[in-house]
């Protein structure tokens, strides 16, 4: 039971990382048909990003969902237990409006910055349009850790989680995914934190397995139980 568990964590994680993505896409794209990147402009990009991170909001509360249902269901393949249920989010309840600003706003101030400080035309807008990309992927991955945890905990089956690694945690995050932890609330570890969290069952830890193929834990450690 543990490998469907851990391909499907693997897909979870995926396709949040796309989803994420996409969204970043979508805003450099709109940030590279700016004219003047003055105020106005401003305006307009928060104007033109909002229905895009409406979108990915929606996408990635109904992915949460719809994976810790699927896991429960394998879960329950191997163990009868508690019932499956599916989680009620409502993505209304995952917007942060404060969140997307500050990471559409922020590149801005960026670039304003570094041309007062002399920084080259080019080499200001590059900087400023790589912060609204890094920017956008954050607080989305915010926002799928928070759907995640919260359809987590409302599983009846999980007895526990782990962080999860994408393949280019740091040494901090590489040493947080060796543990295991008693709540879902796994917030990031520090700003562009892009680990997930897995469920842990009775019958199997999914979460292990992917980190495995990391190299971050040995098959042979014993993990240790946080709160």
Known sequence: MSQPLTSLAEKFRDEQNRIRNAAAVAAVKAWRGLEHTNRADLEWLLVELRPVDMAAVIALVRLAAGYVAAADRLDSLADPGPPVKVAQLNPKDFLNAARFEQAVTSPFHKLWGELGAGVSWAVARENAESRLSGGIVS????????????????????IGYRRTLT???????TLASQQTYST?????????????VAPIYATADPGRDVNQKFGSIDKSDEPVTLS
């Open 139 to 158: 607080h989305l991955g915010d926002v799928g850790l928070e759907a995640s945890t919260a359809a987590m905990g409302r599983s009846a089956r999980i």
């Open 167 to 173: 393949g280019g945690g740091c040494t901090f995050c």
């Open 184 to 196: 879902e609330d796994l917030m990031p570890l520090h700003r562009d934190c892009d680990c997930g």
